[in-house]
């Protein structure tokens, strides 16, 4: 007797089992009377399993290719990861003998559930590989978004961890039977460390200016003091502050004076001129002049 499979998309395990008589014994029948024994029909699926794993296993090979070598995101992966897999168990039960006998049934399941599993693995690798890529990504916009935009590390933490829950569903099947849960934890947590150590430099920043404040408010509040003594001692000062500076010709020394709040300072140096040879034997000029004498006045009110 011959049996016909009828599934509709997505494709479930169940579904693709025809329905088989509890009254058939361990062999099966064929055409001309003959039968075939369980482990000849286990054979037979297994056969079928593998060229149909072949060429499905071509396909995730050309997606292995753009995420490890190329490091790039497939945006439908979820979509092309759940097509390859109905693909390939249609034509598992296409291509697949017909059965009858309870056990040749669940020989039958169990090798649909190995192709199953055997596509699932490298799918659910180039899956975490590609979350990989997506958590980076969603690290660079929290950096990006606490630096340019000003705004809080709250809010960048959360545009962050949207971002990067909205990837992964894109990213995975149909009815997300892949779990993202560890990366979106690592993502979390680093960002967690990457705002804890925002707000400690915020911190320092913060407890530095106010430090320097107050050590700029003491210093004000001793020059106004000693200012307050000054004039104690002094009267008030004078807001004229006049400095003299003469050269006495021929000679090494320099008369200095300067008048400066209220008190008056003379000061005799000797001090070469290093300018001597170029004015000649007598000097530039002989007396008083611009070349020997300096003034310098300045008047605080």
Known sequence: MKFFLLFTLPLLTSALSPRRSSTMMS???LRGGSTISTSDYSMQLEAVKASVLESALASIDDLRRQVVDEAKVINDFGSVAETICNQALEDFAVQAPDY???SSGSTYDAKLSELEAALDAPLQILFHKQLQYVRETALNRYRTATVTSGGSDYEAM???DAYFTQRADE???DGHVWDATGERAFLQGVLNQLAAASQKATSVQ???AQAQQTTMQFLQSQQQ???QLQMQLYGQSSPWNVGVAYRIPDTNFNL????QQGRANVQLSCVPDEYAPFLGPNGFVNGVGPGNLGLSLNLSI
């Open 206 to 208: 913060t407890s530095a």
């Open 256 to 259: 200095q004076g300067t008048y």
């Open 27 to 29: 062999s099966l029948p």
């Open 100 to 102: 009858g006998s309870s």
């Open 171 to 173: 990213l995975n099947r």
């Open 225 to 227: 003091m000693i200012q």
């Open 158 to 160: 959360l545009q962050a």
